[in-house]
């Protein structure tokens, strides 16, 4: 029987294999960031041991970073504490930092990728759950705990047993308009925020195919929110054609035994996942959330669902609950929800083409009065290209604030949150109570709809807006 | 991990059921960015109450924690563990533990002994007539026994985390008692892939 591509990465990083015990797994690349790491280096220090491979290892301040004045003193203690703990760790520990102001900083998700670092047939963790945003790539990749993290730090190695392996195929191709975050939404809803619980799923099919590298990111990001361990993508010439050139990409013969070794990365004929799914991608319309979990959603053309339309009776509890605390009625049309803020940004819709999708819908509108757009680059390599292409100059034109790199509003954490009762449309990933800030109520959307909903004030979608004058 | 064979220590009696991880250090002291000094959080809510048994200068110093059913339910937070080391206690007895926390202890190398009710009860009763008496917890035998005697019993732990604790082994530990392992994997990991330095 022949494997899928889960099982052939899985099975090349086996260090060791006894019955009975998890398998010990070598780990290619871990990545660090401030929130989960000091106490990972503060047990390394007090058993004495060492960063066993700090040649594997990249660090990067991310979730507590401020997105302005980033070159003062960070304001909050609790946030400077931590990133100079990060700071000095990795000074001790001789890991490679891209702190604050750095060319290379941004959110940790962004930069692996950006530098090439994020490769086809690699195991990656971090402490942080939407390192599954790196199997797009065709890597097993997966957030771990802080234990996790500091064993990673002396091993290079974690122990972690066998998963089950779930396809979902998604045939035909995505409408004019329809986006990744569309997609990914529209599963999670299918699936339920457990639908994935205990899997390392494969995304395939022809849509899957026709998704630029930086769309199946926003795709396997997500994997986390419907409970699946990872998500994973097939290497293919669009996965190659991103990786060629990056700094860390391999050159000249190890380029060639590169590519030749991630093409064999793709599942077998004949193998057997243990679940599939189908997907029809020509049925799938601009997708929008009404409740707080990112399973809770509807396309934008519907109305906010009854909590007496779930069979279900936890469900029915949970759409209960959720109304209250979103301060929505039943019925009303999603598109006469009028928000508060728009946040562009975070690891699942902060890249350079999520920037260009939105400023393309913004460009000659302005933001609605009342209504106020953060537009927060990835990472400031993706600032930087923005503002070479003259996108900040169509979100500043239009009203929007533009902003350094860094998580931001997609957790509140740092300055950018929301207000008790506010209400954002928002391009991260989790729209649970409070993420935002005490009381702030999200409802995630692609970037176009984000952008779209900026301009009118109300979730939108860009075949809502009065072609501008241009 | 220090190895852990057998435990003699002053008991504390806390008096209470379903004390979950949010009871035993709030999420307020998490913000901390060391492994230790997390002490000053344990039982937050209850430390400002001059009754409150670790406020009672006989109970001074102790080291074995004598709790009612179902104590570390709730979030799965390590740092309920690391409380409870760093304030000093080695041994946790209850007659029923929340999952995440026992697995945790046993991680950290906090003994979580698991006892029938009547033995916590019987505990209680004579560490009140006794303040300032101690308890010996022996691994190896599995057994618990007050300094007069009046109290003896065995106690359950799995196979698995008591080999742990016996060889003073953590995670990481055991992964590099199989250095050789991950060294030959190094050793024919392809060139070509990506490093950080
Ligand atoms: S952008 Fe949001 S989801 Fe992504 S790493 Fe930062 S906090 Fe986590």
Same mark, same amino acid.
């Given at each position: ?94 890991? @490679? ?9 941004g959110i940790?998700?962004v930069?692996?990728?950006q ?13 942080? &759950? ?30 972690? &047993? #066998? ?45 899957? @195919? ?24 097939? #290497? ?9 050139? @990056? ?57 906010? /669902? ?39 940004g975070?690891?699942?819709?902060g890249r350079i083409e999520d920037l ?20 927060v680059p990835g990472s400031a390599r993706v600032r930087l290209q923005a ?18 790199a ?21 391009? &991260?990933? @989790? ?30 979608? /860009? ?8 | ?5 057998? $435990? ?5 009696? +806390? ?26 959080? +344990? ?32 979030? !799965?937070?390590? $740092? ?13 007895? !209850? ?52 300094? =007069? ?8 732990? =799995? ?18 008692? $199989? =250095? ?18």
């Amino acid at each position: 029987m022949g494997k899928t591509l889960s099982e052939k990465v899985w099975d090349e990083h086996v260090v060791r294999s006894t019955t009975g015990e998890p398998d010990l797994l070598f780990i290619d690349l871990h990545l660090v960031h401030e929130v989960t790491s000091p106490q990972a280096f503060d047990g390394l220090r007090l058993a004495g041991r060492q960063v066993r491979r700090p040649d594997l290892t990249l660090a990067t301040e991310d979730h507590n970073v401020p997105t302005v004045d980033w070159d003062k003193p960070i304001a909050d203690p609790v946030s400077r504490t931590q990133v100079e703990t990060l700071r000095k760790n990795t000074e001790e520990f001789g890991v @490679r930092l891209h702190p604050l102001g750095d060319i290379e900083q941004g959110i940790v998700h962004v930069v692996g990728p950006q530098l090439g670092l994020t490769q086809p047939g690699m195991t990656i963790v971090c402490g942080d &759950s939407h390192t599954s945003t790196h199997g797009a790539f065709g890597a097993i990749a997966f957030g771990i705990g802080t234990s996790e993290v500091e064993h990673v730090l002396a091993t290079q190695t974690l122990p972690q &047993s #066998p998963l089950k392996t779930m396809a979902v195929t998604v045939n035909g191709s995505l409408p004019e308009g329809v986006s990744a975050k569309d997609l990914i939404l529209t599963i999670i809803a299918k699936t339920g925020t457990g639908g994935g619980q205990g899997y390392i799923v494969e995304y395939r099919g022809q849509a899957i @195919r026709e998704l630029s590298m930086e769309a199946r990111m926003t795709v396997c990001n997500m994997s986390i929110e419907w409970g699946a361990k990872a998500g994973m993508i097939a #290497p293919d010439q669009t996965t190659f054609d991103y990786i060629q050139g @990056r700094p860390n990409a391999p050159q000249g013969a190890d380029w060639d035994a590169a590519v030749a070794h991630w093409k064999t990365l793709v599942t077998d004929d004949d193998a057997v996942f243990d679940r599939e799914i189908e997907v029809d991608a020509s049925e799938i319309t601009p997708f929008v959330t009404w409740g707080t979990n990112p399973g809770q959603g509807v396309q934008l053309g519907a109305s906010v /669902p009854s909590p007496s339309d779930f069979a279900d009776e936890s469900a029915r509890a949970a759409a209960e609950k959720a109304l209250t605390y979103m301060g929505l009625e039943a019925g009303t049309p999603m598109r006469d929800i009028k928000v508060d803020t728009v946040f562009l940004g975070s690891c699942t819709n902060g890249r350079i083409e999520d920037l260009r999708a939105a400023a393309e819908v913004i460009r000659g509108h302005h933001v609605a009065a009342d209504t106020r757009l953060l537009v927060v680059p990835g990472s400031a390599r993706v600032r930087l290209q923005a503002e070479d292409e003259g996108l900040d100059v169509v979100f500043k034109d239009a009203g929007a604030e533009w902003r350094g790199a860094g998580c931001s509003m997609c957790l509140g954490m740092n300055p950018d949150i929301l207000g008790p009762g506010e209400r954002s449309a928002s391009t &991260s990933n @989790r729209n649970f109570e409070g993420r935002q800030g005490k009381g702030a109520r999200t409802h995630l959307v692609s970037p176009q709809v984000a952008a779209a909903t900026a301009v009118r004030g109300t979730l939108s979608s /860009p075949a809502d807006l009065v072609p501008a004058a241009v | 991990m220090d190895k852990f064979t057998t $435990h003699t220590g002053i008991g504390v009696p +806390l008096k209470r059921s379903n004390v979950d991880t949010d009871q035993i250090i709030p999420a307020v002291y998490l913000k901390r960015v060391t492994r230790s000094g997390f002490e000053d959080g +344990l039982f937050a809510a209850w430390r400002n109450d001059p009754e409150f048994v670790l406020n009672q200068p006989r109970y001074d110093g102790g080291s074995v924690l004598v709790t009612g059913p179902d104590f570390g339910t709730g979030s !799965s937070r390590e $740092h309920a563990v690391w409380a409870l080391q760093n304030y000093g206690f080695k041994v946790v007895i !209850s007659s029923r533990f929340g999952d995440i926390f026992r697995g945790n202890s046993g991680k950290a190398g906090l003994l979580a002994a698991q006892v029938d009710e009547k033995v916590v009860q019987a505990l209680w009763t004579y560490l009140e007539d006794n303040p300032g008496g101690r308890i010996t917890v022996d691994l190896e035998q599995r057994t618990i026994a007050t300094d =007069d005697g009046s109290v003896e019993d065995s106690f359950d732990i =799995d196979d698995y985390t008591r080999w742990r604790l016996l060889e003073g082994l953590d995670d990481i530990g055991i992964t590099l008692s $199989h =250095d050789d392992d991950i060294a030959t994997y190094e050793a024919t990991r392809p060139s070509w892939k990506p490093a950080t330095l």
